[in-house]
Structures are given as C-alpha cells and as structure tokens.
T-cell receptor, first 114, second 110 residues
C-alpha cells in the first residue's frame, strides 16, 4: 500500500451542490496532486499543492479549488456540481524532490452527480 | 491529438507469452516517464519509471526514445496476475504534472 488515504470512498451528490474530498499524503511527502478519472479514460491533472501553495493547475474551471494543510493533507472542493463531474477523484502524493518525482495514488473517491 | 497516445487494445494473450505496449507523447518538454498499472475500479499503481538507457524490473522492461518521443513496455512470461490496464505517463512542468494515456487493457488467459 502507498500510505495515501482518501475519504469518503463513495459519494452521491445532486447537480448544483458542493462537495469536499479529503486526502492524507504518505508520510514524508510534502506534495499532493489531484486527478479526475472519467470512465474509460486516463486520469486528468486538476492541480498540485506544494508546501500549502498551489503549484500548477490543469485545464479545470475555478469551481474546482483546493487547500493543503501544514501536515500536508489536502482537500479538493468542487462547487456547482455538474453531471460531467461524475468520476473517480484521485489524490497522489510525492516527496517533491528527486529526479523522477514519482507520484503514489490513494484509492480514490468515486463521485456520482445526479 | 492527445498528448499521450497508446493502443487501447484489448490485448488477450496466453500465459507465458511476451507482450509489448507502445506509447507516443507529443510534449517534447516532458521530463519524466512512467508506466502505471490499474486494476478494475482501483487506483493506478506505479509499475516503473522509464529511462533513456532502458530499465528492467524482473519480467518487465521499459524503454524511452526521446528522439522519437516513444515509450515502450515489454512483459515477458505473462502471468494471470498481469491482467490489468497499463497506463503510459509523461510528466512535465514545474509541478511534474502527470499526463496519462487512455490505457491499454491486457488480459492474460490460462
């Protein structure tokens, strides 16, 4: 196991609602990235947090926002949920150093928007 | 055109077979490369990093050709437990954000 945990495991929300997903990074890792994986697709990069600051963002609208806390855990917030937001949301942690920047994924949160 | 492209398969091979997956990437600024495997409804798990010099981990060999922007994965002596989706990944940017291909599905048959 990677030591990366996410909660909740599953979530069902209604269009227009807001949702908060949580991630605890692996011990010693100060960098957390969030990805969205739609069915049948590879994960897509949402954003990354490094030492509590946003350190890069993919092609997602501002209603996707995040936070990182001093213990390096992180939250992903999505406002005004749309049906297309239904997906597996993955959090990945990495040490933030080293040549290859390997990232290790948590088990994900499966979000269904109805 | 997708940034990382790979043959979606599916690849159905008998146990013991050798199977090769190929992948191309379009962002020449990509800095690191990986293969991940993903079992059904699970998270991607890092299989191996990929280096220009080529690297091997047991039955798995990965190769990177920067000039052709091409990545490969070779699996020898396939096992039933190798059945999964294999994701080709390129990392770029200050965030080393991972760009994934859509995955190649492998089923190893008894």
């Amino acid at each position: 196991e990677t030591g990366v945990t996410q909660s909740p495991t599953h979530l069902i929300k209604t269009r227009g609602q807001q949702v908060t997903l949580r991630c605890s990074s692996q011990s010693g890792h100060n960098t957390v990235s969030w990805y969205q994986q739609a069915l049948g697709q590879g994960p897509q990069f949402i954003f990354q947090y490094y030492r509590e600051e946003e350190n890069g963002r993919g092609n997602f609208p501002p209603r996707f926002s995040g936070l990182q806390f001093p213990n390096y855990s992180s939250e992903l917030n999505v406002n005004a949920l749309e049906l297309d937001d239904s997906a597996l949301y993955l959090c990945a942690s990495s040490p933030g150093t080293g040549a290859t920047y390997e990232q290790y994924f948590g088990p994900g949160t499966r979000l269904t928007v109805t | 055109r997708k940034e990382v492209e790979q043959d979606p398969g599916p690849f159905n091979v008998p146990e013991g077979a050798t199977v090769a997956f190929n992948c191309t990437y379009s962002n020449s600024a990509s800095q690191s490369f990986f293969w991940y495997r993903q079992d059904c409804r699970k998270e991607p798990k890092l299989l191996m990093s990929v280096y220009s010099s080529g690297n091997e981990d047991g039955r798995f060999t990965a190769q990177l050709n920067r000039a052709s922007q091409y990545i490969s994965l070779l699996i020898r002596d396939s096992k039933l437990s190798d059945s999964a989706t294999y994701l080709c990944v390129a990392a770029s940017g200050s965030a080393r954000q991972l760009t994934f291909g859509s995955g190649t599905q492998l089923t190893v048959l008894p």
